[in-house]
Nanobody
């Protein structure tokens, strides 16, 4: 059983930055590609960014390319999402999880970008 905890969200103005953190416990996650997902009000959860188990091949959904950066620290069991140049359409609850076979979802962290 993997327990995921996300934090670092908040309220920022358009153009601002936030850094999200995800801590995984319960089993080693070093062998798995990890990802950040988000769910906006009234919309389905969508994939935002992913990174392979070694942290060398990040990839992003088109809408966040050049603005978001995903990284991981396998020693600490953590995954990060640096979000810059935030836009109101980035407003959502953000979650981290196994990229290919999601485990149980954590509670996520709310990101709100005001215009």
């Amino acid at each position: 059983q993997v327990h995921l905890v996300e934090f670092g969200g908040g309220l920022v103005q358009t153009g601002g930055s936030l850094r999200l953190f995800c801590a995984a416990s319960g089993r080693p996650f070093n062998d798995y590609a990890m990802a950040w997902f988000r769910q906006a009000p009234g919309k389905e959860r969508e994939w935002v960014a992913a990174i392979d188990d070694e942290g060398t091949r990040p990839k992003y959904t088109e809408s966040v390319k050049g603005r978001f950066t995903i990284s991981r620290d396998n020693v600490k069991g953590a995954v990060y999402l640096q979000m810059d140049s935030l836009k109101p359409e980035d407003t959502a609850v953000y979650y981290c999880n196994n990229y290919r076979s999601p485990w149980s979802w954590g509670q996520g962290t709310q990101v709100t970008v005001s215009s």
